[in-house]
Antibody, heavy 121, light 112 residues
Framework: QVTLRESGPALVKPTQTLTLTCTFS??????????VSWIRQPPGKALEWLAR???????YYSTSLKTRLTISKDTSKNQVVLTMTNMDPVDTATYYC?????????????WGRGTLVTVSS | QSALTQPRSVSGSPGQSVTISCTGT?????????VSWYQQHPGKAPKLMIY???KRPSGVPDRFSGSKSGNTASLTISGLQAEDEADYYC????????????FGGGTKLTVL
């Protein structure tokens, strides 16, 4: 059974750096064709793709946020970590990690439950 | 403002069919066969319903179908059921080198 679970702080202050961890099971990011993404959703608003990391350590970022994002993986721990710098109240959102479909296709086939991050002083 | 345009809301009675549109450009929806659709119930994570324009993951009822014409993709739900009431989001690749992904603004489906 494939599961993903996000973890991280529920509250961060403006200008701080956010670090989120996605811990997954049921697949390995060392397997060819496996990829994981981060996606966020502000309260009451639409989904927004943030970043992706592939089994071969290729990384891709949202063009609009790439200067603030870093994605990495720890294959031995089955974890993907996302850092976002210079947090602002507009970054308040539920942050999801999701596995990308077969051979890193153009879809997200399994999602974590998400973790709500509030940015406030 | 979301990159893909969806109607804010649609509605239908049980047993009826509804179609949700998703309009993009030749740089996203029109340029790739990588359109996917997600269902999201309140307080829950999104669930994949359609991928690669018209493919259904195992476990998704065949009442859900997808299609694309030009820069517009569509999700059709036939035989509406109460549990179909949810928000629906379309999604597409938007760059072959950057692998940017764009979502629609979401459509609230109400089953009357």
């Amino acid at each position: 059974q494939v599961t993903l679970r996000e973890s991280g702080p529920a509250l961060v202050k403006p200008t701080q750096t956010l670090t989120l961890t996605c811990t997954f099971s049921g697949f390995s990011l060392s397997t060819s064709g496996m990829c994981v993404s981060w996606i966020r959703q502000p309260p009451g608003k639409a989904l927004e793709w943030l970043a992706r990391i592939d089994w071969d350590d290729d990384k891709y970022y949202s063009t609009s946020l790439k200067t603030r994002l870093t994605i990495s993986k720890d294959t031995s721990k089955n974890q993907v970590v996302l850092t976002m710098t210079n947090m602002d109240p507009v970054d308040t959102a539920t942050y999801y990690c999701a596995r990308i479909g077969l051979d890193c296709g153009g879809y997200f086939d399994l999602w974590g439950r998400g973790t709500l991050v509030t940015v406030s002083s | 403002q979301s990159a893909l345009t969806q109607p804010r809301s649609v509605s239908g009675s049980p047993g009826q069919s509804v179609t949700i549109s998703c309009t993009g450009t030749s740089s996203d929806v029109g340029g790739y066969n990588y359109v996917s659709w997600y269902q999201q119930h309140p307080g829950k994570a999104p669930k994949l319903m359609i991928y690669d324009v018209s493919k259904r993951p195992s476990g998704v009822p065949d009442r859900f179908s997808g299609s694309k014409s030009g820069n517009t993709a569509s999700l059709t739900i036939s035989g509406l059921q109460a549990e179909d009431e949810a928000d629906y989001y379309c999604c597409s690749y938007a760059g072959s080198y950057t692998l940017d992904v764009v979502f629609g603004g979401g459509t609230k489906l109400t089953v009357l």
